[in-house]
């Protein structure tokens, strides 16, 4: 009797150790079949479009931000400063950062 157990436990064992092996060979030769390449291909390439336009509307707002600063940093917009002024410095409000001329050789 206990080797009819065990010759039915071994027989199921390899019944279902079968079937799991049949179906990951089944998902790994649809997987890389040609049309499961294109498939992943596709799906890959749309993705990675659709990041990269985010991306660039990302880096255009950015962009136009930081020139911006850049322009109040400088002072584009406004009148020139007042000539008269005997020591003259430029103020980068965009970076906090106040360089006087005269440090850096100007």
Not at 21 to 42: D, I, L, M
Not at 52 to 70: C, K, N
């Amino acid at each position: 009797m206990r080797r009819l157990f065990w010759l039915g436990v071994g027989a199921g064992a390899g019944v279902y150790v079968t079937h799991r092996v049949k179906r990951r060979v089944e998902r790994f030769t649809r997987t890389w079949s040609p049309e499961g390449v294109a498939a992943r291909a596709v799906s890959t390439g749309q993705s990675a479009g659709d990041r990269l336009r985010l991306f660039a509307s990302d880096v255009r707002t950015e962009m136009q931000t930081r020139e911006e600063e850049l322009r109040e940093a400088v002072r584009m917009d406004q009148a020139p400063p007042d000539a008269g002024d005997p020591r003259p410095r430029r103020v980068l409000k965009a970076r906090y950062t106040i360089i006087d001329d005269d440090k850096d050789g100007n």
